[in-house]
């Protein structure tokens, strides 16, 4: 796999950004405690609830390494900084590995038909959440060189002098006479 998301997008998420991710937290809160009686046992409900925790894992760790510590000033500061820093790129590490198996399970619960439109929800909530704190920018990175490899196969194909069709001389157009 490709290099491990940086905690540099997380952690210069606007005010704008992170009331958004509160409010993810909060839709996914409410539709956790909507279905609890009838889909605890099921398979995508368990990812419901980790998706749930992790996300309000994150949201605090990254409020925590935001606000900084007043309190303490100079090298300390600096270790505490770091520290959190730390953990926000350890916890990204992590949904970087779980993030795709949440996605497909909540895809599954689409394909059921019965729930399409909670499990509609609940992709849009993981994708969004992704592009928000920036798991799904190396992956674009990646699908775009990748994108330019393939058009560059296609001009040199091109490049290659081969003619494509048959060459038609606009003289006469069969027996009836017709000249262009």
């Known amino acids: 796999m ?18 958004e991710l509160a409010t993810t937290l909060e839709l996914l809160t409410r539709l956790y405690v909507r279905n609890l009686n009838q889909h605890r046992r099921s ?5 419901l609830v980790a998706f749930r925790k992790q996300l309000g894992l994150l949201l605090g760790e990254i409020e925590a390494a935001t606000e900084g510590i007043k309190s303490l000033k100079g090298k300390k ?18 949904w970087d590995e779980v993030c795709h198996g949440w996605y497909l399970t909540f895809t599954q619960l689409l394909a059921a038909g019965q729930f399409a439109v909670l499990g509609l929800v609940l992709m849009a909530a993981v994708a969004r959440v992704c592009k928000l704190v920036g798991i799904t920018e190396f992956y674009q990175d990646f699908a775009s060189e ?3 490899e393939v058009l560059q196969g296609v001009a ?20 009836e006479g017709l000249e262009f």
């Not at 398979?43 to 990812?47: A, C, G, I, L, R």
């Open 2 to 19: 490709g290099p491990k998301p940086t905690p540099n997008r997380a952690l210069s998420l606007t005010r704008t950004e992170k009331t």
């Open 43 to 47: 398979h995508w409900f368990s990812s």
């Open 77 to 94: 500061a600096q270790e505490a900084k770091e520290e959190r820093e730390r953990k926000v790129t350890e916890r990204l590490g992590f």
């Open 146 to 148: 990748d994108m330019k």
């Open 156 to 175: 040199q194909a091109g490049d290659e002098g081969e003619d494509f069709g048959e060459v038609i001389e606009r003289t006469q157009f069969g027996d």
